[in-house]
Protein backbone atom coordinates (compact mmCIF):
# COMPACT_ATOMS: atom_id res chain seq x y z
CA UNK A 1 0.00 0.00 0.00
CA UNK A 2 1.60 3.24 -0.93
CA UNK A 3 1.98 5.87 2.24
CA UNK A 4 1.41 9.13 0.64
CA UNK A 5 -0.39 9.24 -2.47
CA UNK A 6 -1.09 12.16 -4.54
CA UNK A 7 -3.38 12.61 -8.06
CA UNK A 8 -2.94 13.49 -10.57
CA UNK A 9 0.72 12.70 -11.13
CA UNK A 10 0.53 14.77 -14.20
CA UNK A 11 -1.31 18.32 -15.29
CA UNK A 12 -1.43 19.92 -18.11
CA UNK A 13 -3.46 23.07 -17.87
CA UNK A 14 -4.24 26.52 -19.56
CA UNK A 15 -3.44 29.74 -18.15
CA UNK A 16 -5.96 31.03 -16.34
CA UNK A 17 -7.79 27.41 -15.19
CA UNK A 18 -8.57 25.98 -11.59
CA UNK A 19 -7.22 23.07 -10.78
CA UNK A 20 -7.08 20.67 -7.88
CA UNK A 21 -4.56 18.11 -6.51
CA UNK A 22 -5.70 15.34 -3.90
CA UNK A 23 -3.32 14.03 -1.27
CA UNK A 24 -3.71 11.13 1.00
CA UNK A 25 -2.08 9.13 3.59
CA UNK A 26 -2.53 6.03 5.24
CA UNK A 27 0.28 6.23 8.23
CA UNK A 28 -1.96 7.49 10.47
CA UNK A 29 0.19 11.01 10.95
CA UNK A 30 -1.44 13.84 12.28
CA UNK A 31 0.80 16.91 10.23
CA UNK A 32 1.09 17.13 6.36
CA UNK A 33 2.21 19.56 4.25
CA UNK A 34 2.54 21.19 0.47
CA UNK A 35 5.66 21.49 -1.06
CA UNK A 36 6.37 23.67 -4.32
CA UNK A 37 9.83 22.06 -6.21
CA UNK A 38 10.73 24.63 -9.02
CA UNK A 39 12.80 23.54 -12.32
CA UNK A 40 15.94 24.73 -10.14
CA UNK A 41 15.13 21.82 -7.68
CA UNK A 42 14.74 24.22 -4.75
CA UNK A 43 12.12 22.43 -2.28
CA UNK A 44 10.05 25.17 -0.72
CA UNK A 45 7.35 24.70 2.07
CA UNK A 46 3.79 25.93 1.06
CA UNK A 47 1.23 24.96 3.95
CA UNK A 48 1.31 22.63 6.69
CA UNK A 49 -1.64 20.85 9.23
CA UNK A 50 -1.78 19.83 11.89
CA UNK A 51 -4.80 17.66 13.48
CA UNK A 52 -6.87 19.63 10.06
CA UNK A 53 -5.46 23.05 11.43
CA UNK A 54 -3.06 25.40 9.43
CA UNK A 55 -0.41 25.89 11.06
CA UNK A 56 2.26 27.41 8.27
CA UNK A 57 1.16 29.23 5.83
CA UNK A 58 4.05 30.61 3.75
CA UNK A 59 4.37 34.10 1.52
CA UNK A 60 2.05 32.34 -0.87
CA UNK A 61 -0.27 33.95 -3.59
CA UNK A 62 -3.99 33.48 -2.11
CA UNK A 63 -4.88 31.84 -5.46
CA UNK A 64 -3.70 28.55 -3.82
CA UNK A 65 -6.18 27.55 -1.34
CA UNK A 66 -5.54 24.13 0.84
CA UNK A 67 -8.00 22.34 2.05
CA UNK A 68 -7.77 19.48 5.17
CA UNK A 69 -11.17 17.67 5.63
CA UNK A 70 -9.55 15.32 7.97
CA UNK A 71 -6.03 14.29 9.11
CA UNK A 72 -5.64 11.92 6.40
CA UNK A 73 -6.51 14.00 3.57
CA UNK A 74 -4.22 17.34 2.44
CA UNK A 75 -6.24 18.90 -0.94
CA UNK A 76 -4.45 21.67 -2.64
CA UNK A 77 -6.90 24.06 -4.64
CA UNK A 78 -5.15 26.25 -7.53
CA UNK A 79 -7.00 29.13 -9.10
CA UNK A 80 -6.31 31.41 -12.39
CA UNK A 81 -3.14 29.51 -13.19
CA UNK A 82 -0.17 31.26 -13.92
CA UNK A 83 2.76 30.17 -16.19
CA UNK A 84 4.77 31.00 -13.04
CA UNK A 85 3.15 27.86 -11.06
CA UNK A 86 4.34 25.30 -12.99
CA UNK A 87 6.76 23.23 -10.97
CA UNK A 88 6.55 20.00 -9.13
CA UNK A 89 3.77 19.76 -6.01
CA UNK A 90 4.97 17.63 -3.42
CA UNK A 91 2.82 16.51 -0.09
CA UNK A 92 4.41 14.96 2.41
CA UNK A 93 3.18 13.73 5.95
CA UNK A 94 5.09 13.20 9.18
CA UNK A 95 3.76 11.38 12.69
CA UNK A 96 3.72 15.02 14.77
CA UNK A 97 4.51 18.61 13.64
CA UNK A 98 8.66 19.64 13.36
CA UNK A 99 10.62 19.92 16.40
CA UNK A 100 8.35 17.38 18.65
CA UNK A 101 11.09 14.99 18.27
CA UNK A 102 12.49 12.74 15.60
CA UNK A 103 9.65 13.56 12.96
CA UNK A 104 10.67 11.70 9.42
CA UNK A 105 8.27 13.39 6.78
CA UNK A 106 7.12 10.90 3.80
CA UNK A 107 6.84 12.24 0.73
CA UNK A 108 4.17 11.47 -2.09
CA UNK A 109 5.42 10.71 -5.99
CA UNK A 110 4.98 14.32 -6.90
CA UNK A 111 2.54 16.02 -9.13
CA UNK A 112 4.18 17.65 -12.17
CA UNK A 113 1.91 20.57 -13.09
CA UNK A 114 2.64 22.42 -16.39
CA UNK A 115 0.77 25.42 -17.53
CA UNK A 116 1.09 26.62 -20.77
CA UNK B 1 16.73 31.81 6.18
CA UNK B 2 17.69 29.05 3.53
CA UNK B 3 21.04 26.94 4.69
CA UNK B 4 23.74 27.15 2.60
CA UNK B 5 25.07 23.37 1.23
CA UNK B 6 28.22 23.18 -0.39
CA UNK B 7 29.69 21.41 -2.61
CA UNK B 8 26.96 22.13 -5.16
CA UNK B 9 27.56 19.24 -7.26
CA UNK B 10 30.02 15.91 -6.71
CA UNK B 11 31.06 13.41 -8.79
CA UNK B 12 32.50 10.34 -7.19
CA UNK B 13 34.00 6.62 -8.82
CA UNK B 14 31.97 3.60 -6.91
CA UNK B 15 34.22 3.44 -3.40
CA UNK B 16 34.96 6.78 -3.07
CA UNK B 17 34.19 8.88 -0.43
CA UNK B 18 32.36 12.31 -0.17
CA UNK B 19 31.27 14.76 2.21
CA UNK B 20 28.31 17.35 2.46
CA UNK B 21 27.87 20.85 4.24
CA UNK B 22 25.18 22.44 5.52
CA UNK B 23 25.63 25.84 7.31
CA UNK B 24 22.90 28.34 8.68
CA UNK B 25 22.96 31.88 9.66
CA UNK B 26 21.10 31.05 13.15
CA UNK B 27 20.96 28.99 15.51
CA UNK B 28 19.48 25.54 15.14
CA UNK B 29 17.31 23.16 16.77
CA UNK B 30 17.60 20.11 14.35
CA UNK B 31 18.71 19.21 11.08
CA UNK B 32 16.78 16.65 8.49
CA UNK B 33 18.47 15.08 5.46
CA UNK B 34 16.67 13.58 2.70
CA UNK B 35 18.33 12.02 -0.70
CA UNK B 36 16.05 12.69 -3.93
CA UNK B 37 16.75 10.50 -6.78
CA UNK B 38 15.74 11.96 -10.15
CA UNK B 39 12.20 11.89 -10.80
CA UNK B 40 11.09 10.81 -7.62
CA UNK B 41 10.58 12.01 -3.85
CA UNK B 42 12.71 13.04 -1.51
CA UNK B 43 13.74 9.93 1.10
CA UNK B 44 14.41 10.53 4.47
CA UNK B 45 17.86 9.57 5.79
CA UNK B 46 18.36 11.08 8.86
CA UNK B 47 17.59 13.69 11.86
CA UNK B 48 19.82 15.11 14.09
CA UNK B 49 18.24 17.12 17.32
CA UNK B 50 21.13 17.28 19.70
CA UNK B 51 24.33 19.39 19.03
CA UNK B 52 27.09 17.09 18.60
CA UNK B 53 25.39 14.52 17.99
CA UNK B 54 25.96 12.23 15.35
CA UNK B 55 23.96 8.79 13.60
CA UNK B 56 24.42 6.25 11.10
CA UNK B 57 23.10 4.44 8.57
CA UNK B 58 25.24 2.45 6.89
CA UNK B 59 27.92 3.77 5.28
CA UNK B 60 25.95 7.09 5.64
CA UNK B 61 26.64 8.91 8.99
CA UNK B 62 26.06 12.66 9.73
CA UNK B 63 27.45 14.74 12.28
CA UNK B 64 25.66 18.95 13.99
CA UNK B 65 27.74 21.02 15.35
CA UNK B 66 25.12 23.54 16.99
CA UNK B 67 27.53 25.49 17.92
CA UNK B 68 28.99 26.41 14.78
CA UNK B 69 25.56 26.09 13.14
CA UNK B 70 26.07 23.43 10.73
CA UNK B 71 26.15 19.81 9.96
CA UNK B 72 28.06 17.30 7.60
CA UNK B 73 26.95 14.43 5.94
CA UNK B 74 29.29 11.53 5.40
CA UNK B 75 28.85 8.79 2.56
CA UNK B 76 31.85 6.19 2.68
CA UNK B 77 32.56 3.98 0.35
CA UNK B 78 30.13 5.02 -2.19
CA UNK B 79 28.02 3.13 -4.70
CA UNK B 80 26.06 3.69 -7.47
CA UNK B 81 22.60 3.47 -5.27
CA UNK B 82 23.99 6.70 -3.48
CA UNK B 83 23.51 8.95 -6.91
CA UNK B 84 20.84 11.69 -6.13
CA UNK B 85 20.08 15.08 -4.99
CA UNK B 86 20.69 15.35 -0.78
CA UNK B 87 18.63 18.15 0.62
CA UNK B 88 19.40 19.48 4.07
CA UNK B 89 16.39 20.92 5.80
CA UNK B 90 16.85 22.49 8.77
CA UNK B 91 14.55 24.07 12.00
CA UNK B 92 14.90 27.21 13.55
CA UNK B 93 15.95 27.29 17.17
CA UNK B 94 12.65 27.69 19.70
CA UNK B 95 10.61 25.29 18.30
CA UNK B 96 7.63 28.17 17.35
CA UNK B 97 8.54 27.94 13.66
CA UNK B 98 7.26 24.46 13.29
CA UNK B 99 9.35 24.52 9.54
CA UNK B 100 11.64 22.83 7.65
CA UNK B 101 13.98 25.42 5.22
CA UNK B 102 15.99 23.23 2.50
CA UNK B 103 19.09 24.22 1.17
CA UNK B 104 19.43 24.17 -2.25
CA UNK B 105 20.63 20.54 -2.88
CA UNK B 106 24.54 18.99 -3.80
CA UNK B 107 24.10 16.47 -6.51
CA UNK B 108 25.93 13.71 -6.27
CA UNK B 109 27.27 11.52 -8.97
CA UNK B 110 28.61 7.72 -8.59
CA UNK B 111 30.35 6.21 -11.42
CA UNK B 112 31.37 2.60 -11.79
Known amino acids: DTAVSQTPKYLVTQMGNDKSIKCEQN?????MYWYKQDSKKFLKIMFSYNNKELIINETVPNRFSPKSPDKAHLNLHINSLELGDSAVYFC???????????????FGPGTRLTVL | QQPVQSPQAVILREGEDAVINCSSS?????VHWYRQKHGEAPVFLMI?????EQKGHEKISASFNEKKQQSSLYLTASQLSYSGTYFCGTEGRGGSNYKLTFGKGTLLTVNP
Open chain 1, 92 to 106: ASSQDRVGNSYNEQF
Open chain 2, 26 to 30: KALYS
Open chain 1, 27 to 31: LGHDT
Open chain 2, 48 to 52: LLKGG
